[in-house]
């Protein structure tokens, strides 16, 4: 049974940074494609970045250039580091996980989630 559990989740003031950590247990992480999602208070879940098995990334338009993913799979870890953090990035952020070598780009694409970590941005 996979597990993900994601941490780093915290309260920020606008402009600040964040570093999100995911650990996966129970599968072959190194196999599959990792991703972060997203979901704000009133809203639909949304894709927000994708990394590939072989370490090709993908991002949503409102976090590009803000976001990054990476993975370690010596850790079974996957990370996002949120940059220049807005009032509209607060939502709760999850762990994905899509069993194949190419990232999603889309919510539907990953099947695996785990419980979810709160980000909240304070202007």
């Known amino acids: 049974q996979m597990q993900l559990v994601e941490s780093g989740g915290g309260l920020v003031q606008v402009g600040e940074s964040l570093r999100l950590s995911c650990t996966v247990s129970?599968?072959?992480?190194?196999?599959?494609?990792m991703g972060w999602l997203r979901q704000a208070p009133g809203k639909e879940l949304e894709f927000v970045a994708g990394?590939?098995?072989?370490?090709?990334?993908y991002y949503a338009d409102s976090v590009k250039g803000r976001f990054t993913i990476s993975r370690d799979n010596a850790k079974n870890t996957v990370y996002l580091q949120l940059n220049s953090l807005k009032a509209e990035d607060t939502a709760i952020y999850y762990c994905?996980?899509?069993?194949?070598?190419?990232?999603?780009?889309?919510?539907?694409?990953?099947?695996?989630r785990g419980q979810g970590t709160q980000v909240t941005v304070s202007s």
């Open positions: 994905a996980c899509r069993p194949t070598a190419s990232y999603g780009t889309t919510a539907a694409d990953y099947p695996y």
């Open positions: 129970g599968g072959s992480f190194s196999w599959y494609s």
């Open positions: 990394i590939s098995r072989s370490g090709g990334t």
